[in-house]
């Protein structure tokens, strides 16, 4: 069983930065996509950013520019740099990858979400 634990989330100021992780742990051959969706109260779901395992990148347009995400195929994981954040960005930030195991399937996993707010 493939398991996601999303961390970085926190308070910071308009401006400020913020770098949240995604781990993955079980038997994991590799990550071969990933993507950050995230959530703010009374809004629905945003598809912030995703990248291939080859290093493709897509950008919401409302981070792009501002939002860099990375996987980390050494070390199971992967990544979200958000800089210059504003109020906008508030909210709970999901990640989702397809992992392929190391029995040879591929499984779709979502992480419980990481906090990120955004205030003066």
């Known amino acids: 069983q493939v398991q996601l634990v999303e961390s970085g989330g926190g308070l910071v100021q308009p401006g400020g930065s913020l770098r949240l992780s995604c781990a993955a742990s079980?038997?994991?051959?590799?990550?071969?996509?990933m993507g950050w969706v995230r959530q703010a109260p009374g809004k629905q779901r945003e598809l912030v950013a995703t990248?291939?395992?080859?290093?493709?990148?897509y950008y919401g347009d409302s981070v792009k520019g501002r939002f860099t995400i990375a996987i980390d195929n050494a070390n199971h994981a992967g990544y979200l740099r958000m800089d210059n954040l504003n109020v906008e960005d508030t909210a709970v930030y999901y990640c989702?990858?397809?992992?392929?195991?190391?029995?040879?399937?591929?499984?779709?996993?979502w992480g419980q979400g990481t906090q990120v707010t955004v205030s003066s």
């Open positions: 989702n990858a397809n992992i392929n195991t190391t029995t040879r399937s591929a499984q779709n996993v």
């Open positions: 079980g038997s994991i051959f590799s990550i071969n996509f």
């Open positions: 990248s291939t395992g080859s290093g493709i990148t």
